[in-house]
Every structure is written in structure tokens, then in C-alpha cells.
């Protein structure tokens, strides 16, 4: 696809309610690469608590709200979240199996929509986005940093290097080695609630693999990860710093 | 707390049972990866084994029909269960009307499902388990925890502890002395017995033959020295030929152990025949349907493709920090989360399918790429539909349907969270959540919302020059 002139944001709940700044970071990263951002008003959720939960009818409300608003709207949809960009492309077809025109509609839906980092790699093929973060200072190693592969993106949309590629070319940082890197955070939605024990347990073990890398920030495509990382490191009194991918590219893109 | 609950948080309590949990997924994880590694073309040759798999069970009926025949033609006599008690009874009565006293069995997930050993003892038979594994087991008075390496949470001190407890040898946690113990009671018990009992890992419909894998030799020993044999096999492990178990051989042991495949691959084609100086005199099958049948045909269908290697369970996280007797019935891990609801009901096994991040590794790893999180979403569907679910949450996922479907509503919903997280919040983090969300503070902090959400920020962004290379764009007419 030649480069578009235009895309649409969608920016996902957890975003808009806990994390604006990474939807800001979004935007930056990609009017910078001349790109102009529309943002869909009144979007609310892809709906996938609900539907990860066995509440398809539930769910199908919030989803029908999602396909009206982003089918009145024309270009590349984004979405810096892998659990999100899954639910749109590949679960709706399960929920609205039913339902002929809104099936229909979000087929449609479903190639328009990009996860942040693949349209980057994948569409836009772009890897080296000359971000370059700030050098400690002389003789000082860069800072590591270990790159969280969120499931719904590693598996769900087969994402295994796009985030990989693009953070290995941000100048001044390190790609840290974690333990058992692929092997998930323990967050999953409601999963996160409903089995906190369980829950509990994987972080503890992701946690541990993260801070034995030697890493000082945790880079993610997916908030829903990163606020449960982020809320078992703060609650451990861990050092480290957790952000999303466009966070990085946005601060490098800055320039040092 | 429930039950299943329950067992996870006593579960996560042993450090024990961690270690060994880590260090047996860790071992089998790598071996899988490093002997797949090894199989030229092994993407297509799990593609073909699903296809082969799903093809046959789009017939089940006319197979096993045929598989009857060509069993019977082998001399084999073919028995139907419709459920674990008709399976356990029909073996029962082959015992006794054959005379038999004392059984020896080879590993069988089957018989654990239709818990046989229980009837098999209140009949007054005796049974002893010959996969070293299930020999502890039975010694330990448990259930197995894995579906191929029944003692996975046992250290060897603790089976060591065990054999010293309940056959009185000295206590030794080498693995070698232990092994030497065991094969010398198996030994005697094989040449005694005189019913082997086995489970199968295929069915051949073309050859009327059942397969049997292992590493120990037990199961060729348990078919051929006892004058009876008598297999219990689900209607689902049928395959259509010879070259579809090839595919099959081909990935179970790689998936299972990372073992190219197992020591021994016994086909089994019938009792001995005139002139043969090896075999046992009678072979029985049972044909165990115990809800199968009632998944095929439906969304879970594609479950009974599992051929049972457990490289899900491996693979799984959940697993991996809970172990098997978690799971609280014959399979665990992540088949083990639809075969149970699959076969018992949804009603009582909800909480299984509900023990899962959706990860979606153990797909990955499946030989015969089952969509295990799309069976895993689908029960829960069924659970919401049929089973009860707690009020509050029933009333709180409507309330997140109802808001987030409007978004005035949605928008005042988010605001009044945000008033309440601010009172509630000490720097920017909730340190307690109340209610139903108190899981989630049990082991995190909860960032609060910003004062701001992205919309209300993009709102009142000023407006920006459209990017210049966007003007470029703009066609020239």
C-alpha cells in the first residue's frame, strides 16, 4: 500500500482512561512520518472484557458501537495494542457469527486494522525511524531495555519481530536477554481478577525473568500488560520503568 | 472458596512442587522444540495430522463401524461403553467369567477417567500398574498429575520416601535403585498376572489393530504374558491407516518427551494364533464413549483430535505454577480444561476454562494445531448460558454492555471512576481495590486513571498544520 495520508486511532479504554500519553506518543510517532491522525470520537471499547468472559451478548453491544463508529471512517485503522488489534481482526467474526451485516462489516473492519508496530514494519516498511535516545555520558554502557511480547500480538497476530526490528534500531539502547521471554505476564483481562492467585504467581515469575536481565525499562505494545507490570513492579518497589514501544520511538524521534 | 480455588492456592503454596513443575516443563519444553527441530517439514506434517484427525471424526460412526469389523476379523472381541461405569462393568465380567484374579496394566488415562482400578478391587480383583510412574501412584494411593509423566511433581526423595513406606525396602532417592526395586516387583507381578490390562494410543480402522507406545516395554509385556488382555480405548483415538499413524508416530513422542519416538511401538493386531508360541490366549476392546459423543458434531468437536502427547500442559503457565491435581479430575492442563467440562458438564468444571490467560501457547505447540482458546472461549460462552455465575459479575458485565455501548454514558461511567480512584489513590496508585476487583490488589497496584482522558486531551489539542509531507501526497489535477 503506497504510504497513506491519513489514519484512524483507535486509541483503546485503557489508553484513554490510564495511559493518554502513550495515545499521544502514537500521534507524534506518526505525524512525524507525515501521517495526519484522525481520532474517532465517542469510542469506547473493542469489548473484549466481556467477551473473554463468556458474555458474547454483552459484548456484542460495545462491539456494534466499535463497528459503526470506525465503518463511518475511511483509511488504515490503528491500534497500539495487540489484545485489541486481535479482538477487532480476528474475534469479531466469532461474535458476530450471526449476524450477517455486522459480520460483513467487520471483515471489512478487519483489513483495515493494524497494530501500531506492524503498520510501521509491515505496512509503512519502516524499521529505522532514526529515534535516538539520549547517551548517559561518556564510557557509560546504554541502557538496557527488555522487550515484553504480548500474546495476542506474538500469537494472536503472529507479530514475532516488527517490535524487535524496531527497537533494534533505536540508537542508544540495548536489547536486554530475558528468561522465558515469550511466556505470558499472567494478565489475560478478567483473568487477572478472577484467578488473582494464578495471576499472581505468573507476574512474580515474569517480574523475576525481567529484572534478572539486567533491564531498566520494560517495552510493550500492549497497556493491558504493562498496567499489570506496572502495578506488580511499583508494588514490589522495583526500579523498573515500563512503557509502551511508541513511547520509545516517539522520546528517540525527538532527537538526543 | 471453591474447591478448584482452593487446590490452586494450596498448590502455589509448595515450593516443592514448583521447582519440580519447572525444572520437568522446562526439560520437555526445550526437547520438543530441539527434536521438531529435527523432523524435515514438521509444520506439514502436523497439518496433515490434523486433517487426517478431523477428516475421520467427520464419520466417526462409519469408522468405528468398520473398525469393528476388522478388529473382529482379528480375532478380537469388540465391547461397547457408553459410559465409565458400563466400561468398568464389562471388564469386570470378562474378569470373571475368564477366571481372572490378578491384573497387570499399562498406563491408560482412559481407565483413570472411568476410575476402573476402584471397581476392579470392589470386585475382588487384583490390579497392579506397571508404568513406573502409575506404580507410585497407585504405592502413594493418588492420581497422576500429568498425562504422560504421571509422578511430574514427585521429587525423587519423595518417591523414594513412598516405596520405603509402603513396600519396606530401604530408603534411597537414587533414581537407578529405586527403578531396580520396582522392576523387580513388576517382574514378578507380569509373569503372575492373568489379565493385562492396557489402554491404546490409536486405533488403525483399515488394519483393525491397536497401537501402543511406551518407553518401559510394560505395555508389550502386559499384552503378550497374561492369558487375557482386555484394552479400553475412546472412540476418538481412531486413525483412518498405516501411513496416517506414521504422521501420528511421527509427532507424539516429539511433542511428548522430544524423543523421536518411544523405545517401543507395539501393533497389536489379536489374540495368539494356531501355531504362534507368544500372545495371549483372548483380546478384548472396549470401546469407551463416556460423552464424546456428545461433543462431536458441536463446537468443541475438534477436542477429540487430541492424541494425548501433553505438550499443552508443558507449554502452559498456569500449569506450570499449579500442577495437575489442581485441575481436580483425570486430565489437566489446557485439554484437560475442555475435556473435563466437554465430557462431565459444564456446570461443575466452569472454573476450568476460566484458569487460563488465553496465551494461546499451547496452540502453539499442539501437534495437531487444536484452537484450544477457542474452545476454551466457547465454554465459557456455554458457562454463562448454563451455569450459574455469580450476580455481581452477571450485573457487571450487563452494566460495562449497557455504558460502553453509549458513549455519554461510558463517558460519565469513566468520570465517576475517576473521582472515586482519586479519593481512593496515594500518589497516582491504588493500593486496595473493594468488592470483586480486590483480586487484582492482592498482588499489584492499581495506576490510577489520569486526570485526563485521551479524548478530552485530543479535544483540546490546538489545531496543527496538516504534516507537509501529506501535502505532497495530495493529487495534482
New interface residues.
Partial sequence: MPKPSKVQLFHTCIINEVYPEVGLAVVNVLERLGIAVEVPLNQTCCGQPAFNGGFHADARKVARLTVDILSATEGPIIIPSGSCGDMLTHQYHMLFADEPDYLEKSHALSKRCHEFSMFLVDVLGIRDLGAHLRAPGPGVDSPKAAYHPSCHLLRGLGAKSQPQALLANVGGLACAEVKDQEECCGFGGMFSVKNAAISGAMLENKMRNLEASGAETVISCDMGCLLHLAGGLHRKGSKLAVKHLAQVLDEGMQGP | MSHF?DR??TA?RDPDLKTALGRATERLGSRRSASLDSLPDSDAVRDMARRAKLGLLRDLAGNLETFEKNLIKNGIQVHWAEDGAAANRIMVEIAKSRGCKRAVKSKSMATEETHLNHDLLEAGLEVLETDLGEYIVQLAETTPSHIILPIIHMTKESIGKVMHEKIKVPYTSDPEKLAKIARVKLREAFLSADLGITGANFGVVDSGALVLVSNEGNARLVTTLPRVHVAVMGIEKLVPSLSDLDLMIKILARSATGQKITTYTSLVTGPRREGESDGCQEMHVILLDNGRSRILGGPLAEILGCIRCGACLNAC??YK??GGHAYGDTYPGPIGSIVTPGLRGIKAWKELP????????C??VCPVRLDIP?ML?E???????EASIPWA??IG??G????????WL?RAG?GL??RASGLMAKSG?IHKLPG?????T?????????P????E???QRPV?P?????K???PVR
Fill in positions: 480455588l490452586v492456592e502455589l503457565p498456569v505454577n499449579v476460566d484458569a487460563s490467560s488465553l496465551c494461546g501457547a496452540r502453539e477457542r472461549l465454554l465459557r460462552k456455554q458457562a454463562v448460558e459479575l452477571r458485565l450487563w460495562f454492555g449497557v455504558a460502553a455501548s453509549r458513549p461510558y469513566a471512576f475517576r496508585w470483586l476487583a480486590a483480586g487484582w492482592r498482588s499489584r497496584d492499581l495506576k490510577a486513571p489520569a485526563k482522558s485521551f479524548q486531551l485530543w479535544r496543527r496538516a504534516p507537509a509531507a501529506a505532497e501526497a495530495a
